[in-house]
């Protein structure tokens, strides 16, 4: 039973401090403030959490590759990559995804919608990365480059396409070799 009723929103809440709380929301009151940066918060738990980002602490460690979190949601989201747990599925593919914002990312497959549009051309994509790609061709910048010869690439995938025609070269130098050393 939650007998204490937000008067603006009708929100229930079972301890009178939590509606006090929630109250704040509709108000805007943050009354607790960073003395660092003096970012200012709702809630005393949010003050807390955002102190660790000035002191660089990460309190939450996974026990099985050691990486370490500022957030124990942090941890429990990253824990997903190692036991496999996939909690959220997409209702028309039945297909499961580790994180919320995954399955967010699809869904814009099924309803078409393309949020991120490039400001050059207004071209629109579904998914960020594939704006952050589009822009690389308005820009000419090539970030992959290959280590042995310093060519430059747009995509990765182009980069390591170019990779395989390096070891195909070291492979039939290699063999070339063995054929004139071993006459």
């Known amino acids: 039973m939650k007998p204490y009723q937000c008067n603006v929103c009708s929100k229930a809440f079972q301890e009178p401090s939590y509606l006090q709380r929630h109250s704040l929301t509709h108000t805007g009151e943050k009354p607790y403030k960073c ?3 003096s970012k200012v918060f709702i809630q005393t738990s949010d003050l807390q959490r955002h102190r660790l980002t000035h002191t660089g602490e ?6 099985v590759c050691l990486k370490s979190f500022a957030r ?3 941890l429990k989201r990253h824990l997903r990559l190692h036991t496999g747990v996939k909690p959220y599925t997409c ?3 039945f297909k499961s995804f ?3 914002s995954s399955i967010k990312a699809h869904r814009l497959t099924h309803t078409g919608e393309k949020p991120h549009q490039c400001n050059v051309c207004s071209t629109s994509f579904s998914h960020l990365p594939d704006l952050n790609r589009h822009l690389l061709l308005h820009t000419g910048e090539k970030p992959h480059k290959c280590n042995v010869c310093s060519r430059a690439f747009a995509r990765s995938s182009n980069l390591d396409r170019h990779m395989r025609l390096h070891t195909s070269l070291k492979k039939i130098g290699e063999v070339l070799k063995s054929k004139v050393c071993s006459q």
């Open 91 to 93: 209702a028309v593919y």
């Open 58 to 63: 990460k309190p939450h460690h996974c026990d």
């Open 72 to 74: 124990l949601s942090h």
């Open 35 to 37: 003395n660092v940066c």
């Open 98 to 100: 580790g994180q919320n």
